[in-house]
């Protein structure tokens, strides 16, 4: 079993940055596709951002391309979501999650296994 923890959330203002990290434990001497999730009240879960198991391939959504950037520290079973240029679009829970059956990390909620309690986001305007 292995337990994600986020932290970094808060409000900021637009044009701000946060970053988000993502700690993990338990089996966490193996290192996993992880992904950044979020969900906005009222909208479904959707994809933000993904690192393959080595750290070497990271994707964007669309919408964060350019603002966001993963990254991993696999010495520290660590994952962080750097996100700048922060709008109002962007308030959401953040959730990151663990991917054990896949070497890089997929956009379908479905193929992650666990998932972090999430923190909270918000960009004021």
């Known amino acids: 079993q292995v337990h994600l923890v986020e932290s970094g959330g808060g409000l900021v203002q637009a044009g701000g940055s946060l970053r988000l990290s993502c700690s993990a434990s338990g089996r966490a001497n193996r290192t996993y596709a992880m992904g950044w999730f979020r969900q906005a009240p009222g909208k479904e879960r959707e994809f933000v951002s993904g690192i393959s198991r080595s750290g070497v391939g990271t994707y964007y959504a669309d919408s964060v391309k350019g603002r966001f950037t993963i990254s991993r520290d696999i010495a520290k079973n660590t994952v962080y979501l750097q996100m700048n240029s922060l709008n109002p679009e962007d308030t959401a829970v953040y959730y990151c999650?663990?991917?054990?059956?896949?070497?890089?990390?997929?956009?379908?909620?479905?193929?992650?296994?666990?998932w972090g309690q999430g923190t909270q986001v918000t960009v004021s305007s």
């Open positions: 999650a663990g991917c054990p059956r896949y070497t890089i990390p997929s956009a379908r909620p479905s193929a992650y296994d666990y």
